[in-house]
């Protein structure tokens, strides 16, 4: 079945460690997204691909970073750098190639606590 | 820059009975998208209804409505004949077309509970 695969689903770091976030989907979409999610602040983005080899900032992209050497990956390392890195991580993808509908297509999630 | 505001941290509705979701808006934008995106208690998110700024008929799925009001900003949710597996958190959402990468706006969420 087509779909977003975000692994792990649980993923406990001590402070001071990076730890990557990996999210494939075989929907043959071009863009790809990261948003954070915590509890009352809704969906915040982290960063987000148009095409391979390509990758922009979103609000919160300070502490991240990403990759898109291939259209169907787009892993999300947490750095050091992220003072407070404890959230639920969503990966999403969406069609583009100026054939927007707007929809994206959510995974179900990896949760990163920070110990 | 967009803002989402959605007013309503929680709600309930008793099953069968019909229950609406509010949320506002700021765009000094004329087209746009608007969407509602559900998540249960499995956290996968779910696209639930979708709006064009363009269109003056409100969208409907099933048992799910909108109403749109473009010069209000205003873009609530209506949920007819309650459902237990409608509980769940619901985000109302922004997008400005042709913008690089589909970025979505999202409001802080609703949860909705759904009470037999």
């Keep these: 079945d087509g779909g977003i695969t975000q692994s792990p689903k649980y993923l406990f770091r001590k402070e001071g460690q990076n730890v990557t976030l990996s999210c494939e989907q075989n929907l043959n979409h071009d863009a790809m997204y990261w948003y954070r999610q915590d509890p009352g602040q809704g969906l915040r983005l982290i960063y987000y691909s148009q095409i391979v080899n390509d990758f922009q900032k979103g609000d919160i992209a300070e502490g991240y970073s990403v990759s898109r050497e291939k259209k169907e990956s787009f892993p999300l390392t947490v750095t050091s750098a992220q003072k407070n890195p404890t959230a639920f991580y969503l990966c999403a993808s969406s069609i583009w190639a100026g054939r927007t509908t707007g929809e994206l297509f959510f995974g179900e999630g990896s949760r990163l606590t920070v110990l | ?116």
């Design chain 2, 1 to 116: 820059a967009q803002t989402v505001t959605q007013s309503q941290p929680e709600m309930s509705v008793q099953e069968a009975e019909t229950v609406t979701l509010s949320c506002t808006y700021d765009t000094s934008e004329n087209n746009y998208y608007l969407f509602w995106y559900k998540q249960p208690p499995s956290r996968q998110m779910i696209l639930v209804i979708r709006q064009e700024a363009y269109k003056q008929q409100n969208a409907t799925e099933n048992r799910f409505s909108v109403n749109f009001q473009k010069a209000a900003k205003s873009f609530s949710l209506k949920i007819s004949d309650s459902q237990l597996g409608d509980t769940a958190m619901y985000f109302c959402a922004f997008m400005k077309p042709k913008e690089y990468g589909n970025k979505l706006v999202f409001g802080a969420g609703t949860i909705l509970r759904v009470k037999s």
